[in-house]
């Protein structure tokens, strides 16, 4: 049990994940199915040109799989009435500070990332979902909700860390980590057009249902951006077994976020890393 006011936090946020899980899909459904003319989605789909993603030795191309996902997000948000602007839209290198100026230039939009993980255990797999101001906590949750319960992978939590991407940006930001391509159950998947499909479809439908978990956190009173505190390291899974190992790690992280110039793919390898050891 958690028993300092930090760990109390936590262990609500915990909570509060689970209170989410509990939701019915087919309620949220409903609410995805909210029509997004007024809304505009700026998709950011990670890495390109010279800037593969992933770690080195990676046989699967992290920008082709986010590039991929990015566009047939692009076509089902579209379908259903949403405006949206990629940050790329081919194989090219944008900066992350492009990126940034591009979401903050739509000031009502939401800003959504597309990554894939990697790390040097092959068998880490499992679905996170990134934010980082409170603003951004309703779309993580209703991303994740969706994306996590439609894939294969295991849950591995929404959490809350400053990527640049997600610190710079004024709109409401997420980063959806897809997936591990060094697992390779999780690359066979991701190398699939229908999973690919699969994973657009549930980000669009967070999109849409991010209204309906914004509700839902309202009524439960559990957490609120406010009261989350920032937290580099949240496994919903594995919460008791890698209690102590997991402070260690959160203390190595607090250093790193010191650098606040090194770009989000550095600190995506490194959080792969890290969450891996
Ligand atoms: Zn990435």
Redesign the pocket.
């Known amino acids: 049990m958690p028993t300092s006011p930090h760990r109390f936090r936590l262990f609500a946020f915990s909570l509060l994940i689970a209170f989410l899980g509990t939701l019915s899909t087919a309620q949220a459904r409903r609410a995805s199915k909210d029509s997004g003319s007024s809304t505009t989605v700026v998709i950011d789909a990670?890495?390109g040109g010279y800037d593969r993603?992933g770690i080195a030795g990676q046989r699967v191309a992290?920008k082709d799989m986010t590039l991929d996902v990015a566009q047939r997000l692009k076509r089902v948000l579209a379908a259903s009435g949403y405006r949206v602007v990629m940050t790329r839209d081919s194989d090219v290198f944008v900066s992350l500070g492009g990126r940034v100026a591009i979401a903050n230039s739509y000031p009502n939009a939401l800003f959504v990332c597309i990554?894939?993980n990697s790390a040097k255990r092959m068998g880490a797999g499992g679905i996170e979902t990134y934010f980082y101001s409170r603003d951004s906590l309703p779309l993580a949750s209703a991303i994740h909700y969706f994306v996590a319960g439609g894939a294969p992978s295991s849950n591995r939590g929404v959490r809350r860390r400053g990527y640049y991407v997600l610190r710079k940006t004024n709109i409401p930001a997420v980063l959806v980590e897809c997936g591990f391509l060094t697992n390779p159950t999780e690359a066979a998947y991701a190398q699939t057009a229908s999973y690919r499909q699969k994973l657009a479809e549930e980000i669009a439908a967070g999109v849409g249902g991010r209204n309906s978990v914004t509700s839902a956190l309202t009524t439960a009173r559990v957490a609120t951006g406010e009261n989350i505190p920032l937290q580099p390291y949240i496994d919903q899974t594995k919460v008791a077994k890698s209690e102590r190992h997991r402070s260690k790690r959160s203390h190595k992280k607090s250093t790193r976020k010191k650098s606040s110039s090194k770009p989000a793919?550095s600190e995506?390898k490194a959080a792969s890393k890290d969450q891996e050891g």
């Open positions: 990670g890495h993603g992290e990554h894939f793919e995506t």
